[in-house]
Nanobody
Framework: QVQLEESGGGLVQAGGSLRLSCAASKRVFGLTAMGWYRQAPGKQRELVAIVTTDGSTNYADSVKGRFTASRDNAKDTVYLQMNDLKPEDTAAYYC??????????????WGQGTQVTVSS
């Protein structure tokens, strides 16, 4: 089974930066996208950013201009550079891999989550 190994979370002051990384333990065949979701206490899990296999990116409106997602296709690794962090960014951040089997079945792999806490 493939595991997603996340790192880079921590406690920072507002305006600070963090860089999250997520690496697949082995090659994911049929991978179509890698991305990041976050979930704050009492809130729904929300999409933060995704990177497709062709390098296209998509961001939540709340992080546009502050966060940058990038991907190393050769290593099945995705990064999230987070700048100008705000207290409302505080959440558990989950790496996500979306893949498709040769038969067309789409599935997701989730990381264990890494906590990002931003103090005011």
């Amino acid at each position: 089974q493939v595991q997603l190994e996340e790192s880079g979370g921590g406690l920072v002051q507002a305006g600070g930066s963090l860089r999250l990384s997520c690496a697949a333990s082995k090659r994911v065949f049929g991978l179509t996208a890698m991305g990041w979701y976050r979930q704050a206490p009492g809130k729904q899990r929300e999409l933060v950013a995704i990177v497709t296999t062709d390098g296209s990116t998509n961001y939540a409106d709340s992080v546009k201009g502050r966060f940058t997602a990038s991907r190393d296709n050769a290593k099945d690794t995705v990064y999230l550079q987070m700048n100008d962090l705000k207290p409302e960014d505080t959440a558990a951040y989950y790496c996500n891999v979306r893949a498709r089997t040769p038969f067309g079945r789409q599935y997701d792999i989730w990381g264990q989550g890494t906590q990002v806490t931003v103090s005011s």
